[in-house]
């Protein structure tokens, strides 16, 4: 009966270490993803205080030129031409 029985238990001491071993990695998992997601947020809030600190620039102010019109006879009345 004893001779049944150990490797069993040896399965049975290979199945725990390999859950020890998997639920230590699915922590170690949980941990890294919990870190770079504060990595990612801290990352966010920089860049939003960055945009706050950056005054727009007014547009600058450019001269427009008019038209230059010019009134020209036409018969018995005046046509206007703008370039």
Do not use: H
């Amino acid at each position: 009966m004893l001779l049944g029985a150990a490797p069993f238990a040896a399965a049975q001491t290979v199945d725990s270490a390999n859950r020890n071993t998997l639920i230590q990695q699915n922590e170690l998992q949980i941990l890294e993803n919990r870190l770079k997601r504060q990595q990612y947020q801290q990352q966010q809030q920089q860049f939003r205080a960055q945009d706050r600190q950056i005054v727009p620039q007014q547009r600058p102010v450019v001269p427009q030129v008019k038209p230059s019109c010019q009134l020209q006879p036409s018969g018995s009345s005046f046509v206007r031409t703008c370039r």
